[in-house]
């Protein structure tokens, strides 16, 4: 069955978003959306550039991304709002919420546009025109249902691939749907410059004029070949691909947000008082690394830093703090940490003043910023509305492969994290039992000679309770703790072999 993608994608959303803010607070408000205006730069300076205008403004030539001044110049008349971004974020969550209530996989590419994996919609309405109806009808519902409850508009673009759907929102606007299925694209998008390619920049298209491809037909046409030579074999590839409406990029589901992010490890050898200045600080590394590079990739900050230790007793400690500013720097990350872990095992009250080891370290982060969006910059919004970004079609932007590592979640976290640490510790007391049970056998030693492993040794008689019994003990009841927190039968008596891993 062909796949029915949606690309959703809100009309002018900066500007339309700031429009209904207004009119919420004041009916009577003008309506920006109405007449010519645009947001960025600081309004009173008119410095800065523009990162929104409306269709009344676009008539004028403004432009996303031009600088105030320029804009002003071609449009005197243009009102300037300043970005909103906290509102921003809020209308592009209720947006988003929508979406989700008509496809399960939706995903979020920027604040203001989304792919809807629709395949089987419209499926038993009856011949293919009958079932593309049925499909239109479901996209002019969602953009009812947008227009409705949220104030603003969106166009929704329909075709069997990601890269058609997104062409085909761009289409007319504003609140339109239209389709551009692979036997649409000859009549629909082959006229159309090549510039107006999803994934051409400025410089492409510029080379590809010189080469006499002016449209994106002409190039659909031209031998993939020659387009390699012209652009370099990955950016020719894509083009020709485009050109031809081929992507074959699944639409990736919103994962569930991480609520924080943290890494240990078992040291191989306890870290005592005596090497922690020689060994910690590379585990420390290691980890604020490994922590920091896992936020970036999600583009997510935290406010909140912690330390984490087990002991050679295996109870866990902990220490956080919280930052000034949020951070996903590893240097930082770092440096945190450490002060955390001098605190926690250094000085006076430190666990190795209590004559303690250490044998996992965990480095945390938490209290993230709430929106992967909050890092980017406006100039990134105004890239991701515009496209300025593209320029680099060397760069497929449906790439078939490349799997994104999979956001952990605080749960699969927690799981990770216990998993590790039963089999770490596991593979601790397997080797101890093993140790203590050589020392139970050796006929050299005296609770070998005169005991049944299985009988108490404390009821033996009044015997003095030697040195090797007071091991035993020791070892049941390390044994029944182990058994208790894992399972029966986690760990047994015998030999080691016989443990269960
Ligand atoms: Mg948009």
Request: glycine share 8%.
């Amino acid at each position: 069955m062909d796949r029915i993608i949606f690309h959703v994608d809100v009309n002018s959303a900066f500007l339309s978003w700031s429009a209904v803010k207004r009119l919420r607070e004041d009916p009577q408000a003008l309506d920006l959306r109405t007449v010519p205006s645009a947001v960025g730069g600081d309004v009173k300076t008119r410095h800065g550039i523009i990162t929104a205008k409306s269709i009344p403004a676009k008539k004028y030539g403004v432009q996303t991304g031009e600088p105030v001044m320029k804009a002003l110049q071609k449009c005197p008349d243009l009102i300037l709002v300043p970005g909103d971004r906290k509102t921003y974020k809020e209308y592009s969550r209720q947006f988003i919420a929508i979406l989700k209530k008509y496809a399960e996989v939706v995903e979020q590419v920027s604040i203001d546009e989304a792919y809807m994996d629709m395949t089987g919609a419209g499926a038993g309405a009856g011949s293919r025109e009958e079932e593309r109806q049925a499909v239109l009808e479901i996209a002019a519902g969602i953009r009812k249902e947008i227009r409705e409850s949220l104030g603003f508009t969106v166009n929704v673009g329909i075709s069997s691939n990601k890269l058609l759907a997104k062409m085909a929102s761009d289409f007319q606007k504003p609140d339109l749907t239209h389709t551009l299925f692979p036997d649409e694209v000859a009549g629909k998008m082959w006229p159309l410059p090549i510039r107006e390619l999803h994934g051409c920049g400025g410089a492409t298209a510029a080379r590809l004029n010189s080469l006499g491809i002016l449209t994106i037909g002409d190039a659909a046409g031209t031998d993939p070949e020659i387009l390699k030579g012209a652009l370099g074999e990955k950016a020719g590839a894509h083009i020709w691909r485009a050109a031809n409406g081929i992507s074959n990029s699944p639409v990736r589901g919103t994962r569930e947000k991480a609520k924080s992010y943290s890494n240990e490890t078992t040291m191989a050898e306890d870290i005592t008082g005596q090497n922690y200045g020689e060994r910690m600080p590379a585990y420390l590394r290691r980890l604020s690394e490994s922590v920091g590079s896992r936020m970036r990739k999600d583009s997510v900050r935290a406010y909140t830093i912690g330390v984490i230790v087990k002991t050679d007793q295996f109870h866990r400690h902990t220490r956080q703090k919280r930052l000034d500013r949020s951070t996903s720097d590893p240097a930082v990350i770092e440096a945190a940490a450490r002060e955390l872990m001098d605190r926690l095992l250094t000085g006076e009250e430190g666990l190795f003043s209590r004559g303690r080891t250490i044998r996992l370290v965990g480095v945390s982060a938490a209290g993230l910023d709430d929106s992967p969006y909050e890092q980017m910059s406006l100039f990134d919004w105004m890239g991701a509305q515009t496209g300025s970004g593209e320029d680099t079609p060397a760069e497929d932007p449906f790439p078939i492969t490349g799997v994104k590592e999979a956001v952990r979640t605080a749960a699969d976290q927690k799981a990770d994290r216990e998993v590790t640490e039963r089999k770490a510790d596991r593979h601790r007391m397997v080797q101890e039992l093993a140790s203590e049970e050589k020392m139970a056998y050796n006929p050299s030693s005296a609770a070998a000679e005169s005991e049944d492993p299985d009988q108490d040794p404390g009821r033996k008689g009044g015997a003095p309770v030697s040195a090797a019994d007071e091991k035993k003990r020791r070892l049941d009841a390390m044994m029944d703790r182990i058994n208790r927190r894992y399972g029966q039968d986690t760990v047994r008596k015998g030999d080691s072999r016989k443990a269960r891993p």
